[in-house]
């Protein structure tokens, strides 16, 4: 402990010491906000049945839950991000607190599908990027005798 409690530098008027009131956590008016991505087009998409599982147990315990559907959505920089698509996906990265990001596995690494969504999260919004603070769950689909490490790139 010290001995010395003394602040010769701070200018006592200037100085308001913190109380625990100040600190107290602020509990949420709303559901917690989920957005699941999945990355595959196919009708009959793996990725996407685990996703729609995933809002179901998410929305079951409470959450509010919205599942961007990344058909129509450009490749990174074929267009501005002012496609009616981009910006869709850069409101709901915005919106949730949570998200579960679910891909096949092709050739070792995610879908290109996958990608594009991930590309076209900006670094930053201000001078936030829209994933700091938020939990993330990443899910891969399989088949077959392939490798398993691609969640080690999502």
Not at 19 to 30: A, D, I, L, R, V
Not at 61 to 84: A, N, W
Not at 142 to 151: D, I, L, R, T, V
């Amino acid at each position: 402990m010290l001995d010395d409690l003394s602040m010769p530098n701070i200018d006592e008027d200037q100085y308001q010491k913190p109380s625990t009131q100040e600190f107290k956590k602020e509990f949420s008016t709303h559901k917690p906000r989920f957005l699941l991505l999945y990355g595959s087009l196919r009708d009959r998409s793996f990725s996407r049945l685990v996703v729609e599982e995933c809002a179901r147990l998410l929305t079951s315990m409470g959450g509010e839950v919205k599942i961007f559907d990344p058909k129509g959505l450009p490749l990174p920089d074929s267009e501005e991000p002012t496609h009616p698509k981009v910006q869709e996906l850069r409101d709901l990265m915005t919106w949730s607190e949570g998200q579960v990001w679910c891909s096949p596995e092709r050739h070792g690494s995610m879908t290109g599908i996958m990608k594009a969504q991930i590309d076209w999260v900006p670094l930053s919004i201000g001078a936030v990027r829209p994933t700091q603070g938020k939990t993330l769950a990443v899910m891969q689909v399989e088949g077959g005798s392939q490798e398993s490490a691609h969640p080690d790139t999502l």
